[in-house]
């Protein structure tokens, strides 16, 4: 795929994501008295034990955090003072070639070396320091570390990797580039998607494989390389939270919510956007009710973005979710009951039982910024940090007609309060949700995603 970002422009800031990251490495060696680190690139998974075909590697997120390597017993290593190497693995059999590479910006960067083999790799590796006990393996392959020389309380050690995700939780200017292009991939997709279903009529709409398959075409990716499984949900389906058993057949489709992602250099992006045929195309007075819930949704999805700033707690913001939830449920007539009590009865988490974001990055759901419980009402919350300058996350607020949620939800006292009738008409529609890409700025925030998708 053709990309907008300027190649000298990117090279420039990938310098200085180097530069930057291996101070940064640096500390976080001298702390572990440690003189190098080697980053496994991995190894291959199999699918199961009684065949031979294994699945598509995912390279340990550490190595991305430098480049994207997902080539087999290719490693990364880190050593103060020197600049970061790369040893590739050229090695290839007759069975397969070698992984098309986005980009060549990496190697003015980082220096590189062509080995044959897990054993190349090995003759490469600082002896030195591996032998007396000061360089330590990052990967999950406890085998090829030992095999490489590395003893077990050097093989990912827990206090080591912990330093290391705490690093990923703010992102160079390099990486905001390259999730800004991911954001503008991925919204190729949406809009084509979102446009098929739409503007199709009534006799040709597509399936939910077909809309998959629509948006892997508009964003140039394969199945397994999208940062991860596309959502692609019609109706009531769309109540899972993660549904992605695509339908071949078409729905009757009144809702389409579309949860899906895009990677440029191993950054990727993650998007959600719902919505439903109204009007002529509609299915009437509750395809109307569910319309205006996905515009009140995207109203205070934009509402919390404008929120976001250094200083304040994720959570405080995910707590301010529902209550602007439970006045959208007011405002549209789905609840009679105060605001305050639809959030302190815990109703308004029967209908978005979610967290309100994640970190994200190199993975969709990156590390680092859970370090903390979030509150008991909060289980499924992954980010519990104080919003700070240079973070990447997610802002995507829902609200889902769950069957065994709503079971829950009639058992509450204040189920009386709530227009079951309203509810059971948009049960069908299964559920909203809207997901845009921030990065923190000083004072606010800039969102990724809005440029490239309304
Ligand atoms: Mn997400």
Same mark, same amino acid.
């Not at 420039?12 to 690139?41: I, P």
């Given at each position: *795929?053709?990309?907008?970002?300027?190649p000298?422009?990117?090279?420039r800031?990938?310098?200085? /994501?180097?530069?930057?990251?291996?101070?940064r490495?640096?500390?976080?060696?001298?702390?572990?008295?440690?003189?190098?680190?080697?980053?496994?690139?991995?190894?291959?998974q199999?699918?199961?034990a009684?065949d031979?075909?294994?699945?598509p590697?995912?390279?340990? $997120? /550490?190595?991305?955090?430098w480049?994207?390597?997902?080539?087999?017993?290719?490693? =990364?290593?880190i050593e103060?003072? &020197?600049? $970061?190497?790369?040893?590739? !693995? =050229?090695a290839?059999?007759?069975?397969?070639? +070698?992984?098309?590479?986005e980009?060549?910006h990496y190697?003015?960067?980082?220096?590189?070396?062509e080995?044959?083999?897990?054993?190349g790799?090995r003759a490469?590796? +600082?002896?030195?320091?591996?032998g007396a006990?000061?360089?330590?393996?990052?990967?999950e392959?406890?085998?090829?570390?030992?095999?490489?020389?590395?003893?077990?309380? &050097?093989?990912?050690?827990?206090?080591?990797?912990?330093?290391?995700?705490?690093l990923r939780?703010?992102?160079?200017?390099?990486?905001?580039?390259? *999730?800004r292009?991911?954001n503008r991939?991925?919204?190729?997709?949406?809009?084509?998607?979102?446009?098929?279903?739409v503007?199709?009529?009534?006799?040709?709409?597509p399936?939910?494989?077909?809309?998959?398959?629509?948006?892997?075409?508009a964003?140039a990716?394969?199945?397994?390389?999208? $940062?991860? &499984?596309?959502i692609?949900?019609?109706?009531?389906?769309?109540?899972?939270?993660h549904? =992605?058993?695509?339908?071949?057949?078409? *729905?009757?489709?009144?809702?389409?919510?579309?949860?899906?992602g895009?990677?440029?250099c191993?950054?990727?992006?993650?998007?959600?956007?719902?919505?439903?045929?109204?009007?002529?195309?509609g299915?009437?007075?509750?395809?109307?009710l569910?319309?205006?819930?996905?515009?009140?949704?995207?109203? *205070?999805?934009?509402e919390?973005?404008?929120?976001?700033k250094?200083?304040?707690p994720?959570?405080?913001? /995910? !707590?301010q979710?529902?209550?602007?939830?439970?006045?959208?449920?007011r405002?549209l007539g789905?609840?009679?009951?105060?605001?305050a009590?639809l959030?302190d009865?815990?109703?308004?988490?029967?209908?978005?039982p979610? %967290?309100? %974001? @994640?970190?994200?990055?190199?993975?969709? @759901?990156?590390?680092?910024?859970?370090?903390?419980? +979030?509150?008991a009402? !909060?289980p499924?919350?992954?980010?519990?940090?104080?919003?700070?300058?240079?973070?990447?996350f997610?802002i995507?607020?829902?609200?889902?007609?769950?069957?065994?949620?709503l079971?829950?939800?009639?058992?509450?006292?204040?189920?009386?309060e709530l227009?079951?009738?309203?509810?059971?008409?948009?049960? $069908?529609?299964?559920g909203?949700?809207?997901?845009d890409?921030?990065v923190?700025?000083?004072?606010? @925030?800039?969102?990724?995603t809005?440029?490239?998708l309304?």
């Amino acid at each position: *795929m053709s990309t907008t970002v300027d190649p000298a422009a990117l090279a420039r800031l990938y310098a200085d /994501h180097v530069r930057a990251l291996s101070a940064r490495y640096a500390e976080v060696l001298g702390k572990h008295g440690l003189d190098a680190l080697v980053l496994h690139a991995g190894s291959p998974q199999k699918k199961s034990a009684f065949d031979d075909q294994s699945w598509p590697l995912v390279s340990v $997120p /550490h190595t991305k955090h430098w480049l994207p390597l997902a080539v087999v017993d290719s490693a =990364v290593v880190i050593e103060p003072g &020197k600049q $970061p190497r790369v040893l590739m !693995n =050229v090695a290839r059999d007759f069975w397969e070639g +070698p992984p098309d590479e986005e980009g060549d910006h990496y190697w003015a960067a980082l220096e590189r070396v062509e080995v044959q083999g897990a054993e190349g790799v090995r003759a490469c590796l +600082p002896h030195a320091a591996i032998g007396a006990g000061r360089a330590a393996f990052v990967g999950e392959d406890r085998a090829r570390a030992a095999s490489w020389g590395f003893v077990d309380d &050097k093989v990912a050690p827990a206090a080591v990797l912990k330093d290391l995700d705490a690093l990923r939780t703010i992102k160079s200017a390099y990486e905001i580039a390259c *999730m800004r292009e991911a954001n503008r991939r991925a919204a190729l997709g949406h809009a084509a998607t979102l446009r098929a279903f739409v503007e199709a009529p009534a006799s040709e709409l597509p399936s939910e494989l077909e809309l998959h398959l629509l948006y892997l075409a508009a964003t140039a990716q394969d199945d397994p390389e999208t $940062p991860y &499984k596309n959502i692609v949900a019609q109706d009531a389906h769309a109540a899972t939270l993660h549904h =992605v058993q695509y339908r071949k057949r078409r *729905m009757s489709a009144g809702s389409l919510l579309v949860d899906a992602g895009a990677s440029y250099c191993g950054i990727e992006s993650d998007i959600t956007r719902t919505v439903v045929r109204t009007g002529a195309r509609g299915s009437g007075a509750a395809a109307d009710l569910f319309g205006a819930l996905v515009a009140g949704l995207d109203r *205070m999805q934009q509402e919390l973005c404008a929120r976001v700033k250094p200083g304040l707690p994720y959570e405080h913001l /995910h !707590n301010q979710s529902h209550e602007l939830l439970a006045a959208l449920l007011r405002e549209l007539g789905v609840a009679k009951a105060s605001a305050a009590a639809l959030v302190d009865s815990g109703a308004t988490r029967k209908l978005l039982p979610h %967290g309100l %974001g @994640h970190s994200l990055g190199i993975q969709t @759901h990156d590390v680092g910024c859970r370090n903390v419980a +979030p509150e008991a009402r !909060n289980p499924f919350l992954r980010n519990t940090s104080t919003i700070t300058l240079g973070q990447c996350f997610t802002i995507e607020p829902g609200c889902y007609f769950i069957p065994a949620l709503l079971d829950e939800l009639r058992a509450l006292p204040i189920a009386a309060e709530l227009d079951w009738k309203a509810i059971e008409a948009l049960t $069908p529609f299964g559920g909203v949700r809207i997901e845009d890409n921030l990065v923190v700025r000083e004072g606010g @925030h800039e969102n990724l995603t809005r440029p490239f998708l309304s």
